[in-house]
């Protein structure tokens, strides 16, 4: 499994993204340093009684929606096992003649072993399209689908997605149960929510709880490298939960389960659908995706955080302005670079529309076309300034907006 550390202050919280992953141990980890001073508060991702809407229950007579659910849906899940071949390579000391000598040592050959991991996934097309996590298959070199009914089938990756951790995988098959699909774009905090996976090997795992929230930002989250709203639930998950359904209570699917923070209970995250399905069209299209990027690290202007600026003496920068979005730095040679912006800029429009927080320069960039012009209205020391950046296709290697 993979974990992301998620630091804030006086908290320390681990996101664990919920495939078992391919490595030595069956899971990975990716560090993430501890939030600098100029880190604006994070929304907390903890459920407040006021964003709740009342469950939208089902009627007393219909008591058993979850199985209904799950029946319909339930065929259509499979587990996934990914593996792959690494060499470790010999500490170079032992390989030295001298050392070899000295302790009457032979010389010593790389050691390969294999690493394995699952996770979970469900079939969108009869003819054995599936979709799962990209961190479920990332860098497999053999993927075996297993459907309830028991069969088997070697399953080939059409292509991953890091940036939104979606990913498709093709088996030859044909008349496979299918999922059907529900408009993640139109959920309400308060309605029911069923999981459905391979919760540490337990196969087709069902749990239920509701829709905490919609378009948790990933900053908010704590996996600031990708461009995902998620949608977050109190249904119980757990690794190997990774790339199974998120149901609503008619039995569609609304979303990729995907990660839980370590250490707290009920707080569970899913990539939405429609998210998920967009992406997947772009990687059997063309077995990428392409996501437009600025090259500019930034940070919603609050008047704390305006505050803590302006009263170091130490800080290059000063902010002049009540509202906007901060830019803290800029990525060399990106789009924003060759367009001029700087660090200590100020964005206040976008296109024409009033930014007041940097989610919506993220969401207005993803939602844009790889060389759109995007026009900027920004404060650069005491002087209103208009910008125009073409967008470039983000590196493999980054997410920066």
């Known amino acids: 499994m993979k974990f992301i550390r998620w630091q804030k202050p006086a908290t320390h919280l681990s996101l ?4 078992s992953g391919i490595t030595l141990s069956g899971g990975y980890l990716l560090a993430r340093s501890p939030v600098s001073p100029l880190q604006p508060n994070s929304t907390e991702v903890a459920v407040s009684n006021n964003n709740i ?5 089902p009627a007393i007579t219909n008591n058993n929606f979850v199985t209904t659910a799950v029946n319909q849906v339930g065929p259509a899940v499979v587990r996934i096992d990914a593996s792959r071949t690494v060499t470790s390579n010999v500490p170079r000391v032992f390989n030295d ?23 979970s996934g469900f079939i969108v ?3 054995g399209r599936i979709l799962t996590n990209a961190h479920v298959v990332e860098g497999a070199e053999t993927v075996r689908v297993r459907l309830k009914d028991g069969r088997s089938f070697e399953g080939r990756v059409l292509g991953t997605d890091p940036v939104t951790d979606v990913a498709v995988i093709q088996i030859q098959a044909s008349g496979l149960p299918t999922v059907r699909v529900g408009n993640s774009d139109q959920l309400t905090p308060g309605e029911w929510a069923i999981a459905i996976g391979n919760p540490l090997g337990l196969d087709n795992s069902v749990t239920t709880g509701i829709i905490s929230a919609t378009g948790r930002s990933s900053s908010a989250v704590g996996v600031a490298d990708k461009r995902v709203r998620f949608i977050q639930t109190d249904a119980a998950i757990n690794p190997g939960n990774s790339g199974g359904p998120l149901l609503n209570q008619q039995g569609e699917v609304i979303g990729i389960n995907t990660a839980i923070i370590q250490g707290a209970q009920g707080l569970g995250f899913a990539i939405p659908i429609n998210t998920a399905q967009r992406i997947a069209n772009q990687l059997v299209a063309n077995g990428r ?8 690290q930034m940070l919603t202007i609050t008047p704390e955080l305006k ?7 130490n800080r290059l920068m000063q902010v002049d302005t009540e509202s906007g979005v901060l830019v803290v730095r800029v990525v060399p040679d990106s789009p924003a670079a060759r367009a001029g912006l700087r660090a200590g800029d100020v964005i206040q429009r976008l296109n024409g529309n009033s930014v007041t927080d940097s989610q919506k320069i993220q969401q207005t960039v993803e939602n844009s076309s790889v060389g759109e012009n995007l026009r900027l209205q920004l404060r650069r020391q005491g002087r209103n300034m208009d910008i ?14």
């Open 16 to 19: 664990i993204l919920l495939g």
């Open 53 to 57: 809407a009342q469950a939208n229950l």
């Open 97 to 119: 003649p001298l050392f070899r000598e000295f302790f009457g040592l032979e010389p010593m050959q790389p050691r390969r072993r294999t690493q394995s991991g699952t996770g």
């Open 125 to 127: 097309s009869s003819d």
């Open 289 to 296: 995706v392409e996501h437009s990027f600025l090259g500019i």
């Open 307 to 313: 505050q803590e600026i302006n009263s170091d003496p």
């Open 388 to 401: 125009s950046v073409r967008t470039g296709a983000i590196p493999s290697n980054q997410a920066k907006n």
